[in-house]
């Protein structure tokens, strides 16, 4: 009996080894990239869309996603927390992102757990900056 709990063991052991993620539920979001512009004024400089899907596997959120039409190359793609969906704040993780006005963005960030929940809340957005909007290009929040 001893013999068998033990190869039990060691057997969920290297299936948990082999399976990253394996036990943990997996939580998939996407991401709808669009314009916001901030005043009239920024239709010269602020165009393009997008898309990007996220699984949050414990606390590792791991984005992908493609973008077109910017008026000028992409600089940076960042993961903002603002206080409530729709409202802008602060970045805390960059993304990979195509220095190009049609291109990818990429990345896998540890999130804490406060962070979890405001995900959960609908508080996390990407923003995507580029050389004629340096503010901001495209935004979108991650839904369920």
Known sequence: MKRRLAVLGITAVLISLALPGAGQTQEKYRVRLATVPMDGGMRNTVAGTGAAT??????????????DGLLSPATTANVHRGPAMGVRGSSFAALTVSKAPKGTLSGSIDLSPQQVQALKKGQLYIQISSEKAPEGNLWGWFVR
């Open 54 to 67: 996220a699984v949050l596997a414990g606390a590792k959120l791991t984005v992908n996603g493609t973008f």
